[in-house]
Nanobody, 117 residues
């Protein structure tokens, strides 16, 4: 069974940068999984619905929510079975729990980001 684990959250100040990681594990089925499937990052702020932040398709093409375009990038390292969400120029509006997801396969448990001065 493939499992996803996010890391890299924490406390940041407005304007700072932070990178979240999403590592896939679970034996042979997880090997090369990012070559076969796209991966998405979602976030859920307190009192709000979960929203799509960014995704990278198996082809490598990317898509971003309007609220993070130009500030966030998404990438993957297939040799490490890890995907990344690089976040720049953070604002308090980015405060949320961030989840990675492979459609139909797995969700991570989430990592919390708090942006506060």
């Amino acid at each position: 069974q493939v499992q996803l684990a996010e890391s890299g959250g924490g406390l940041a100040q407005p304007g700072e940068s932070l990178t979240l990681s999403c590592a896939a594990s679970g034996g042979r089925r997880s090997e090369g999984i990012f070559r076969l499937y796209g991966i998405s990052w979602y976030r859920q702020a307190p009192g709000s619905a979960r929203e799509l932040v960014a995704r990278i398709l198996s082809s490598g093409s990317t898509d971003f929510a309007d609220s993070v375009k130009g500030r966030f990038t998404i990438s993957r390292d297939q040799t490490k079975n890890t995907a990344y969400l690089q976040m720049h120029n953070l604002t308090t509006e980015d405060t949320a729990v961030y989840f990675c997801m492979i459609l139909g396969i797995a969700w991570g448990q989430g990592t919390q980001l708090i942006v506060s001065s």
